[in-house]
């Protein structure tokens, strides 16, 4: 146990699959699957296991997604890193091929695979195609894969694990903003389910929910929010597809009013999902929700910091709630 | 066709490269800047491709001279900026070293008139040097990489996406891929309305290894297209080495096996690019066909940024720290600007009698002015309102906001 960063907690469970399993593969372009932590041995997946099941290749996403989806269907576990330049050029691959495999064969298809999908937008400046965040509401509408989306670094290395064991394909989101994250994660191996949603603060008075990059932002917001004597529930999705109804309607059924903050844009945000599912299965829920406007994220810092919804936005529209 | 920059003592045999041949090709790399740069000009060596510089008039000459120097300049000027301005916010995936590249083929173009009938150029990475010398407003270019509201782009797009159609200058995309696909699709319109004009695109060697390479030149040819694909190989690819993900030592042996003209220039001698991209344009206009231009290039800054460079010096050659497992060594960066593509134009202007030192050193010197007044009056431009940003979506109105619940 030790603080770690996002990115070493990340490739330790990696590191430990692989150990485990040698036929697990690895491919990545830029990105090289390096970490380092304090105190601890600096982790590289490439040295360590060798270019062949390590994969350095050119700038050709579509081939990274595809190539991982042919080793999984061949028995090898694989995993590939997509940076966010590529985010969306694996859509077609993940959405008509992995998204269908399983169903079009009668359950015969095995794909142990995980897209790791690299979502930015964090950094005022780097506007449009290097500032997305609305990587979300694409790939949880495919049917088959899973989609999930950590918010910290302990859910991120647990996941990881779960995703690299799981039969099923997974979209494992990486919101980049969070990447100067730390906290206290165990050295061992350990699972976080694909499927259960975490609430990562109690009340009775207002249900807030959100996903990767937004948690940050709504515990902020909620902490002043407390103090000012607001009794506010956190909900963070972590899984996107498929989504933890239970915890989302047990938690409005007791509050009554609903918020979701999601930093994709405002048409089809997860939490347009969120809020669809309490609504229809609790009666008398008031809702709102704070998302990126439906604009693409302009390059000038003073437009796109307006309009990133922030922990400011969030307590307003809390407010006006409750 | 094709010819051999340089003797190849290094033979694939077609094999992919393992890590023990990858050294010797960057050594080989390191090696080609030192080879060429003793052998002087090389201009007449390239008998297999029409002289056409000897028909420009001086005028012409000094232009291309200066837009070199302009690009130069503004590179310069702007690492500068983001080297020693902690209140400068710009950045760019700097040019410099490639200069010759986007001058030569743009002279080589139709740039002033009505939109319906100048050549359109797309820009990929490192998109400075194509707008300059396709003729963009510098001072609306250097405001808008600083995400003033009197940018190009009214501060929306920056660096990775500056664009300005009235020059014919589509413009920067910052994704590898889809800038030349695209561009073809230009060029497929203007050869379905009958007009004469060409289509341009300039990509990295890092373009190679995504699909859309491939797409663009097989569909390029089967329609005959008049598309010129300028492919800049600087050897790197972010922050790889191109062996890494091409197996050619030219990209234009890729080309030329989908039926398309492929011409290998040294890419820092204007002259010779001028040479290439003008009988690349002659082709396209008289109905002949796509064109690949493989010019070899390097670039003197890291891929992004300028980690590794100091102010008021040119080129990086420190540590890049986003560049873990693939960085450039120093010594291929300094065997490669003796090579330096302001140098050779300088040289062979002087060698033709089209100006004298004197000259070319106040050139030189007006350039320079003229960048840092576009930097002082760029950054003296108002910033932008935070909500313009809800305009531009869509042809007319503005969006709502969202943020705020």
């Known amino acids: 146990m030790a603080q770690k960063s996002w990115m070493y907690s990340v490739l330790e469970a990696v590191q430990y699959e692989m150990q485990q399993d040698p036929a697990m593969t690895w491919i990545f372009e830029l990105t090289p699957p390096v970490a380092s932590n304090p105190n601890m041995p600096v982790i590289n997946l490439e040295t360590e296991f060798g270019r062949k099941r390590v994969v350095n290749t050119g700038i050709d996403e579509n081939w990274m997604a595809s190539a991982v989806l042919g080793a999984g269907l061949a028995g ?47 950094t005022p400046g780097f506007g449009q195609q290097h500032s997305c965040y609305e990587e979300d509401s694409y790939y949880m509408h495919i049917p088959g894969v899973r989609t999930v989306v950590p918010s910290t670094p302990y859910d991120a290395k647990g996941m990881m694990h779960a995703a690299l064991r799981s039969p099923d394909p997974v979209v494992y989101l990486y919101p980049a903003g969070l990447r100067t994250l730390t906290e206290e994660v165990p050295d061992d191996a350990y699972e976080v389910p694909l499927d259960k ?90 809702v709102k929700r704070v998302a990126f406007p439906d604009a693409p994220p302009p390059a000038s810092p003073e437009m796109f910091t307006w309009m990133r919804p922030n922990a400011e936005g969030i307590k307003g529209a809390a407010r006006a709630l409750v | 066709m094709t010819y051999d920059l340089k003797p190849s003592p290094q033979t694939s045999g077609g094999e992919a490269p393992s890590s023990e041949s990858r050294r010797g090709f960057l050594k080989l790399a390191a090696l080609t800047g030192a080879v060429v740069s003793t052998t002087g000009s090389r201009a007449l060596a390239t008998g297999d491709i029409g002289f056409f510089a000897k028909d420009l008039s001086d005028e012409k000459l000094i232009d291309m001279y200066r837009t070199i120097l302009q690009i130069r300049w503004h590179e310069r000027t702007q690492a500068d900026q983001m080297l020693s301005n902690p209140d400068y916010r710009g950045y760019n995936h700097f040019y410099a070293g490639q200069e010759a590249v986007a001058t ?10 009505p939109f319906d009938q100048i050549d359109l150029v797309y820009s990929s990475h490192r998109p400075s040097g194509h707008a300059i010398a396709k003729g963009v407003d510098i001072p609306k270019m250097v405001a808008e990489m600083d995400f003033r509201a009197t940018g190009m782009n009214g501060g929306y797009g920056a660096e990775m996406h500056i664009s300005d ?75 790889a080495h191109y062996s890494y993900s091409c197996p050619h030592k030219d990209i234009a042996d890729a080309a030329g096996a989908y039926g398309v003209e492929t011409e290998i220039v040294d890419g820092q001698d204007v002259i010779q690019v001028y040479n290439a991209a003008k009988e690349a344009v002659d082709r396209a206009r008289a109905g002949g066909g ?57 040289k062979i202007l002087v060698d033709w009698g089209v100006l004298d030192d004197t000259r070319a050193a106040e050139i030189e010197e007006e350039v320079k002015a003229e960048i840092a007044e576009a930097f002082e009056w760029a950054l003296s431009q108002p910033l932008c309102t935070p909500e313009d940003g809800l305009e531009h979506v869509f042809a007319e109105g503005t969006v709502p906001a969202r943020q705020f619940g």
């Open chain 2, 290 to 346: 796509p064109t690949f231009i493989e010019a070899k290039t390097y670039r003197y800054y890291n891929h992004w940024g300028a980690p590794g460079a100091k102010a008021g010096e040119l080129g990086a050659f420190g540590y890049d720290p986003l560049a873990i497992n693939s960085f450039r060594p120093e010594r291929e960066v300094r065997a490669w600007m003796q090579r330096d593509p302001v140098d050779i134009a300088r």
């Open chain 2, 165 to 239: 159609p009235s020059v014919g200058f589509i413009g920067a995309d910052g994704m590898i891929g889809p800038a030349p696909v695209i561009a073809s699709g230009s060029a497929f319109a203007f050869s379905a309305r009958g007009s004469d004009q060409v289509a341009v695109v300039f990509a990295g060697d890092g373009n190679y290894a995504a699909p859309h390479f491939h797409s663009t030149l097989n569909n390029a040819k089967l329609l005959d297209l008049p598309l010129i694909y300028v492919c800049e190989n600087n050897l790197y690819h972010q922050y």
């Open chain 1, 76 to 122: 090898s576990k694989s995993a590939t890193y997509i940076p966010y330049q590529g985010a969306l050029i694996p859509f077609q691959v993940i959405q008509n091929v992995a998204g269908k495999l399983r169903h079009k064969t009668g359950g015969l298809a095995e794909m142990p695979v995980v897209w790791i999908i690299e979502m930015t937008g964090q």
């Open chain 2, 104 to 113: 030569g083929v743009c002279a080589a173009l139709r740039n002033d008139g």
């Open chain 1, 197 to 286: 949603a975490a609430v990562r603060m109690e009340g009775s008075d207002l249900t807030i929910v959100s996903s990767g990059a937004g948690m940050p932002g709504v515990l902020d917001a909620a902490e002043t929010l407390t103090e000012e004597g607001m009794s506010v529930e956190v909900i963070d999705l972590r899984a996107l597809n498929a989504m933890d109804t239970e915890t989302i309607v047990s938690s409005v059924a007791k509050t009554k009013r609903l918020l979701t903050v999601d930093q994709s844009y405002y048409t089809l945000c997860p939490g347009a999902e969120v809020i669809a599912r309490a609504v229809e299965n609790v009666d008398g829920v008031k």
